[in-house]
């Protein structure tokens, strides 16, 4: 069952011969967009709709697969091929995890996104490309990079609240169970960000822990459910979200020098780390906010900061923040 998504999903679809890249936190839910934009595809009979998941930097392979041909075809044939074993058709390419290819581009000097390039401005085949970090970096902050208005940026957050709702509610009156009232749902909702992935799980554990022959889910349940070791597993990993060592570890001071706060701007950030005799350049550190607010982690609000998660927060609050920080200073001064 999917959820949401419908005015990404109907931009994207309605577009035309326009590109597009997704971008968002692992597990935020773009493998399931991309899978939705191919069935939805498969309507079309003027669209030959390939996905193509990839496991590593290699994408040739993948390609090739996709349409049936040689495993060792070249790229030009590969190219050359398209279309003519259903003459008419547009092909669209859905790439899922492109972050490792994208990386390798741009070591080897983007030599296949640029003839992607190439192929789709002669009208031969569009591209979705759906990643986290590297998509982003590449698309955002490297002017070489062939991705930059190559294609229509879309970053993927939480989802609307209805759909949350639904994601919610659902699933378990299929199990012929309810919640004790809407509140419940909502608090449910509020704590996990309105993140469709924390929603799943913290219903998996509300399921594991209800008591047998109980049809009635209480504050109570959903309370334990987002303490559960399931949630705060699936919200742990944070601290190395990029990468790129210099930016994690940045990230982690941010994080552990801002929780506390409802709200702040980059000027905040600056003065904590000056006020700890750290100094990064501003767009290093722009780098960083993006990174956390493509994670999902930080939101922007009234034009600054905030926690997008609250129990997020509150997992970090309870690990000493403080000295944390100290921590991750000192190793970064070493």
């Given at each position: ?20 890249i ?9 493998s ?11 309507k079309?009979?003027d ?18 697969a ?5 495993l ?5 044939a590969l190219f ?9 058709k547009k ?9 490792l290819?994208v ?5 080897s000097?983007?030599n296949?996104?640029n ?9 031969r085949c ?12 590449n ?6 990079s ?14 609307e609240?209805?759909a ?15 919640y ?8 449910l909702?509020?704590?996990v960000?309105?993140?469709a ?11 594991k ?11 109570k349940e959903?309370?334990?459910?987002l ?5 705060l ?7 190395r ?13 941010v ?20 006020r ?17 607010k493509?994670a ?12 997008s998660?609250?129990?997020f927060q ?9 000295s ?7 190793f970064?001064?070493?």
């Amino acid at each position: 069952m999917f959820y949401g998504r419908q005015s990404l999903l109907q931009r994207i679809l309605q577009s035309g011969s326009q590109n597009h890249i997704i971008v968002g936190a692992r597990q935020i839910g773009k493998s399931s967009i991309l899978k939705e934009i191919y069935r939805r595809s498969q309507k079309d009979l003027d669209i030959q709709c390939q996905y193509v998941n990839l496991p590593g930097r290699e994408i040739k392979p993948h390609l090739a697969a996709a349409l049936s041909l040689p495993l060792d075809i070249d790229f030009s044939a590969l190219f050359e091929s398209m279309g003519k074993n259903q003459p008419g058709k547009k092909i669209l390419f859905l790439i899922d995890e492109a972050d490792l290819f994208v990386k390798h581009e741009a070591k080897s000097g983007y030599n296949i996104l640029n003839l992607f390039r190439s192929y789709s401005d002669r009208g031969r085949c569009n591209f979705i490309l759906a990643g986290f970090w590297e998509l982003y970096e590449n698309t955002v902050f490297d002017f070489t990079s062939p991705l930059r208005n190559f294609a229509e940026i879309s970053i993927v957050g939480g989802l609307e609240f209805q759909a949350c709702y639904d994601l919610a509610v659902k699933p378990m009156e299929l199990l012929n169970l309810t919640y004790e009232n809407d509140s419940v749902v909502e608090k449910l909702i509020h704590e996990v960000g309105q993140r469709a992935n924390l929603i799943s799980i913290a219903c998996d554990a509300i399921l594991k822990n209800l008591k047998q022959g109980k049809k009635t889910i209480r504050e109570k349940e959903v309370a334990e459910a987002l303490d559960s070791e399931e949630v705060l597993y699936a919200i742990r990993g944070w601290e190395r979200i990029t990468g790129n060592h210099n930016i994690d570890r940045l990230n982690r001071m941010v994080v552990f020098g801002t929780i506390r706060m409802n709200r702040f701007a980059i000027e905040d950030v600056i003065e904590i780390l000056d006020r700890n005799e750290l100094s990064f350049h501003p767009e290093t550190i722009q780098k960083s906010l993006e990174s956390l607010k493509l994670a999902s982690i930080l939101r922007t609000l009234d034009g600054k900061y905030a926690y997008s998660v609250p129990i997020f927060q509150k997992m970090v609050l309870k690990d000493n923040p403080e000295s944390l920080f100290q921590i991750e200073k000192e190793f970064f001064v070493k």
